[in-house]
């Protein structure tokens, strides 16, 4: 499965981006996490194989995750940034069976990140 991410970029404390993720064929489980320098991958927003989205607490009420299986792609609308989300933004793929996992070890595909940037 290859991931290809757009739509990251420097925005001001309270403004929005959107992340696009171009995935090259239909996967279950897909989602959007984030690195911080120095600490593990940690999840933001994943869509099952349903398109029911999990969000995590610091994404819940601001972040929106939407998927689109006709065009095979992976959104993240980002509203209300703050400082602290500021971070490289990864698409991540799992194709297995079953239950989607937000951890990011259970993704075996990634995109090459984008940055997003948010200024106090």
Do not use: H
């Not at 984030?34 to 940690?42: A, I, M, N, T, V």
């Not at 933004?89 to 940037?117: I, K």
């Amino acid at each position: 499965v290859q991931l290809v991410e757009s739509g990251g970029g420097s925005v001001q404390a309270g403004g929005s981006l959107r992340l696009s993720c171009a995935v090259s064929t239909y996967t279950r489980c897909m989602g959007w996490f984030r690195d911080y320098p120095g600490k593990p991958r940690e999840w933001v927003a994943i869509s099952d194989a349903e398109s029911i989205p999990r969000y995590a607490y610091s994404a819940k009420g601001r972040f929106t995750i939407s998927r689109d299986a006709a065009k095979n792609t992976l959104d993240l609308q980002m509203n209300s940034l703050k400082p602290e989300d500021t971070a490289w933004y990864y698409c991540g793929a799992d194709s297995r069976p079953g239950y989607c996992y937000s951890n990011a070890g259970s993704y075996q595909d990634w995109g090459q990140g984008t940055q997003v940037t948010v200024s106090s």
